[in-house]
């Protein structure tokens, strides 16, 4: 194993790497995972915030609790402080950052519940690891208040903005771990309801499309058995019973 992007990115794999070790203490696994926690405190200042900073952040904290390394919670925490710096007052958050006074593409005020879905849980996968920092208990709640209003009776999800990131399958999941975790089982489970209808049958039984609505913005991906959906999907249905209510 290598790492090869240097980038906020490989956070993910870093968390997962160190995941890894804490079943099995495999030390291969826990060298390549701190090594990926310190490219991530040498990243510009300027990627320590939103979705790919916080993929970081899942790995210096689970750096932290891992070897006690004051370094890596405190580097944690920048990159949540930073993120919550973006929250809108309606509980979500941008895909990215645009500096003060920039045009970004979608204006200066666009709420993206694909991302805010995701946040959540990259947020309550850092919680998890440092269950005493300070910024996420709030930012939760407020984010949370804002996805608890995209769900339909249904389990499918209405979106409060026009953006191209809307009807990836892989939301679904997103939804049923955050809603999951905060307790609203009712609709956790209408949501995966829906997302289980997705599931393709005969040859592909077990894969999932790209969309399950919006096919017209499929701008990235369109899919009708698509791996990337499939392996989240994956993931987040794995995430969901190792939820700590408590």
């Not at 926690?37 to 210096?60: F, R, S, V």
């Not at 370094?71 to 973006?86: I, S």
């Not at 970004?104 to 920092?133: A, C, K, V």
């Not at 679904?172 to 997302?195: C, P, Q, T």
């Amino acid at each position: 194993l290598s790492v090869q992007n240097n980038f906020t990115f490989d956070g993910q794999v870093g968390y997962t790497l160190l995941s890894a070790y804490e079943l099995n203490r495999n030390p291969a696994y826990l060298k390549l995972g701190l090594k990926i926690a310190d490219q991530c405190i040498g990243l510009p200042e300027k990627d320590k915030i939103l979705n790919w900073g916080l993929m970081c952040a899942m790995d210096l904290a689970k750096a932290y609790r891992i070897t006690n390394n004051v370094t890596y919670l405190n580097e944690a925490r920048k990159f949540v402080r930073n993120t919550m710096t973006q929250q809108y007052k309606d509980g979500s958050f941008p895909h990215q950052y645009f500096p003060p006074n920039s045009h970004p593409p979608y204006g200066n005020n666009y709420t993206d519940m694909h991302y805010t879905s995701w946040m959540i849980y990259e947020l309550n996968q850092i919680r998890s690891d440092d269950p005493q920092n300070p910024d996420i208990e709030a930012a939760l709640i407020k984010a949370n208040d804002f996805m608890t209003r995209r769900a339909n009776d249904d389990g499918s999800l209405n979106y409060s903005y026009i953006y191209g990131a809307m009807g990836w399958t892989n939301e679904l999941s997103y939804f049923g771990f955050d809603m999951k975790a905060i307790g609203e089982n009712a609709k956790a489970e209408s949501v995966l309801r829906f997302l289980f209808q997705k599931e393709n049958i005969g040859n592909l039984s077990g894969s999932y499309p790209d969309k399950w609505a919006y096919p017209e913005d499929s701008v990235w991906a369109s899919s009708s058995s698509s791996v990337v959906r499939t392996s989240i999907i994956f993931w987040m249905l794995t995430s969901i019973p190792l939820i700590d209510n408590s």
